[in-house]
């Protein structure tokens, strides 16, 4: 079983930034994709970025040039990099993991951009 924990979601007005860390636990050998997903009420939760154990790197064109992704393999610790917050933003940020024949999900973490 792998846990996700994610953090440092809040309230940012436009234009702000912001940092998420997500931390994996459990039985762990290794982990090749992390990613981060976003869902606003009322609609589809969304891909935001993904990271492979290498660095490589995907981002949804919504997000592309404001937010980075990166990762501590170390650590087994995903962050994403938030700049220049939009009020379109604004959504649960779930942290994902697929590992082992499963996909690993966090709890969420709220970020709402506004003014």
């Known amino acids: 079983q792998v846990q996700l924990v994610e953090s440092g979601g809040g309230l940012v007005q436009p234009g702000g930034s912001l940092r998420l860390s997500c931390a994996a636990s459990?039985?762990?050998?290794?982990?090749?994709?992390m990613g981060w997903y976003r869902q606003a009420p009322g609609k589809q939760r969304e891909l935001v970025a993904t990271?492979?154990?290498?660095?490589?790197?995907n981002y949804a064109d919504s997000v592309k040039g404001r937010f980075t992704i990166s990762r501590d393999n170390a650590k087994n610790t995903v962050y994403l990099q938030m700049n220049s917050l939009k009020p379109e933003d604004t959504a649960v940020y779930y942290c994902n993991a697929p590992y082992s024949l499963r996909d690993y999900w966090g709890q969420g973490t709220q970020v709402t951009v506004s003014s």
């Open positions: 459990g039985s762990i050998f290794s982990i090749n994709v």
């Open positions: 990271i492979t154990s290498g660095g490589s790197t």
